[in-house]
Nanobody, 124 residues
């Protein structure tokens, strides 16, 4: 079992930056892929970025490519999503998730463990 806690959300103006963190507890984090997802009001949860267990492979949604960077530190059981050049369309609750598989995945149902989410609001 892995427990995940996100932090770092907040209110920022368009063009600004935020850094989200995900702290994991429990066993197995370093062997699991880590993903970030987001959900805006009235919309389905969507994929943002994912990183493999070693950090050697990353994938991004087209909407955030070049603006967001995912990373992880297995020694500290943490994951990070650096978000730059934020847009109002990035407003959502952001969730980190851990997959039991080592390779990065896009699908929501590939992830077994989820955090409680952190709100990101980007004003225009």
């Amino acid at each position: 079992q892995v427990q995940l806690v996100e932090s770092g959300g907040g209110l920022v103006q368009a063009g600004g930056s935020l850094r989200l963190s995900c702290v994991a507890s429990g066993r197995g984090f370093s062997t699991y892929a880590l993903g970030w997802f987001r959900q805006a009001p009235g919309k389905e949860r969507e994929f943002v970025a994912a990183i493999s267990w070693s950090g050697g492979s990353t994938i991004y949604a087209d909407s955030v490519k070049g603006r967001f960077t995912i990373s992880r530190d297995n020694a500290k059981n943490t994951g990070t999503l650096q978000m730059n050049s934020l847009k109002p369309d990035d407003t959502a609750v952001y969730y980190c998730a851990a997959s039991r598989t080592p390779m990065a995945r896009l699908a929501v149902d590939a992830y077994a463990y989820w955090g409680q989410g952190t709100q990101v609001t980007v004003s225009s």
